[in-house]
């Protein structure tokens, strides 16, 4: 089964508001990161965040993780209608290197 | 080369036919992944390679699923007796492959090989 679960699965917000999107899993991880996608085809790597780290930011981009309650949040700060994509988590497991990726949250940012 | 890159970007086949997708990893990407993504759904994994270790095959969804990479480089995604469930964009993905979880862990996905089974 897949390991992370994202919600909401949909959010539709109007530009210049934040976006908030979470995601949790199920087993211990070395790490979890934040992809995008367009369009259904090729991801982008967003944001790394390690299992010893609480936050992390990039740009206008915030991440937490709290490994105790296996979950992350991904908050996008004055979002733009250019921030219209899919959004997924990743997390890679203890001791390998099988990264697994959530449903995902598709962001809708109306102009 | 630069990036990942996949052939071909798209392929329409009839049901029962063979197809197989093509995968060139970033040089010196050791990881390499393949994933499965249905119309508005997430990621499957399907297989990663690592080095010269064995493959996790755990992802594959069946018999008619199959991989292959030569070395650290090109792979092949085989899928015999294509049936319209099989019908995805396949998504190859590669990456350093650091013990230690930090950026080297970064994966980089090639634009994808849409499949259609008609």
């Known amino acids: 089964s897949q390991q992370g679960e994202e919600d909401p699965q949909a959010l539709s917000i109007q530009e210049g508001e934040n976006a908030t999107m979470n995601c949790s899993y199920k087993?211990?991880?070395?790490?979890l990161q934040w992809y995008r996608q367009n369009s259904g085809r090729g991801l982008v790597h967003l944001i790394l965040?390690?299992?010893?780290?609480r936050e992390k930011h990039s740009g206008r981009l915030r991440v937490t993780l709290d490994t105790s309650k296996k979950s992350s949040s991904l908050l996008i700060t004055a979002s733009r209608a250019a921030d219209t994509a899919s959004y997924f988590c990743?997390?890679?497991?203890?001791?390998?290197?099988?990264?697994?990726f959530g449903a995902g949250t598709r962001l809708f940012v109306k102009a | 080369g630069a990036g990942v890159s996949q052939s071909p970007s798209n392929k329409v086949t009839e049901k029962g036919k063979d197809v197989e997708l093509r995968c060139d990893p970033i040089?010196?990407?050791?990881?390499l992944y393949w994933y499965r993504q249905r119309l508005g759904q997430g990621l499957e994994f399907l297989i990663y390679f690592q080095g010269n270790s064995a493959p996790d095959k755990s992802g594959l969804p069946s018999d008619r699923f199959s991989a292959e990479r030569t070395g650290e480089s090109v792979s092949t995604l085989t899928i015999q007796r294509t049936q319209q469930e099989d019908s995805a964009v396949y998504l190859c993905a590669s990456s350093l492959a650091s013990l230690q979880g930090g950026v080297g862990n970064t994966i980089y996905f090639g634009e994808g090989s849409w499949l259609t089974v008609v």
């Open positions: 040089s010196g990407h050791t990881a």
């Open positions: 087993t211990s991880i070395n790490n």
């Open positions: 965040i390690r299992s010893n780290e």
């Open positions: 990743a997390t890679r497991n203890t001791g390998g290197f099988k990264t697994i």
